[in-house]
């Protein structure tokens, strides 16, 4: 069964500092989706990332990086000075690959609360 | 372009009513899911239709919660009848590549079960 794993509950920075999120996932299939998404204080859903797991490279967008590292299950996303808008709760998910009529669950992590200060 | 569109966005309602939420994917998207989130669980899939059929409703909780999608553009999640611990955030989301690609999640429906 798929499992994610955000370890980190909350964390709380001063604005303009770097901050990693974690996340470790466990899968028995060679071929896997891993996700972002951001939950702003107004309550949506929104997707950062999608990395699926032929495909390790590290990604940058902005500010924004994602460490992907199969050797340890590990989907790691990284904020570079982050500011008090990056204030969210931020969720790692997982998906198997498609399977007849579109494929397995989206499993979430349970999520980690991100709180930036002034 | 209009994203996915849920209402009502707050619904609180007396124990034992029917509740019944709604949700309209973006257009073109052949996935349909409905997601509840509570902090005691998190974000829990419970149903999630494919060219408006049920594909996996394993995750509705019992009989009370039900789902239909009678057209590409509108499904409903309907409670009856509503419990306490049926309070929770509601969140329809589309795709087009089902769970293997970014899913568009509508605002939510926050429902409050007195």
């Known amino acids: 069964a798929q499992k994610v794993t955000q370890a980190q509950t909350e964390i709380s920075v001063v604005e303009k500092e770097d901050v990693t999120l974690d996340c470790v996932y466990e899968t028995r299939d060679t071929t896997y989706y891993l996700f972002w998404y951001k939950q702003p204080p107004s309550g949506e859903l929104v997707f950062l990332i999608r990395r699926n797991s032929f495909d390790e490279q590290n990604e940058i967008s902005g500010r924004y990086s994602w460490n992907f590292q199969k050797s340890t299950s590990s989907f790691n996303f990284t904020i570079t000075a982050s500011q008090v808008v990056d204030s969210a709760v931020y969720f790692c998910?997982?998906?198997?690959?498609?399977?007849?009529?579109?494929?397995?669950?989206?499993?979430f992590g349970t999520g980690t609360q991100l709180k930036v200060e002034l | 372009d209009a994203g996915v569109i849920q209402s009502p966005r707050h619904e609180v309602t007396e124990m034992g009513q029917e509740v019944t939420l709604r949700c309209k994917p973006i257009?073109?998207?052949?996935?349909l899911f409905w997601y509840r989130q509570t902090m005691m669980r998190g974000l829990e899939l419970l149903i999630y239709?494919?060219?408006?059929?049920?594909?996996?409703d394993s995750g509705m909780p019992e009989d009370r919660f039900s789902a239909k999608m009678p057209n590409a553009s509108f499904s409903t999640l309907k409670i009856q009848p509503s419990e306490p611990r049926d309070s929770a955030v509601y969140f329809c989301?589309?795709?087009?590549?089902?769970?293997?690609?970014?899913?568009?999640f509508g605002e939510g429906s926050r429902l409050t079960v007195l």
């Open positions: 989301a589309s795709s087009f590549y089902g769970h293997t690609g970014e899913l568009f």
């Open positions: 998910a997982l998906s198997e690959a498609s399977r007849r009529g579109g494929g397995n669950k989206l499993t």
């Open positions: 257009s073109g998207h052949d996935y």
């Open positions: 239709f494919n060219n408006n059929v049920p594909i996996d």
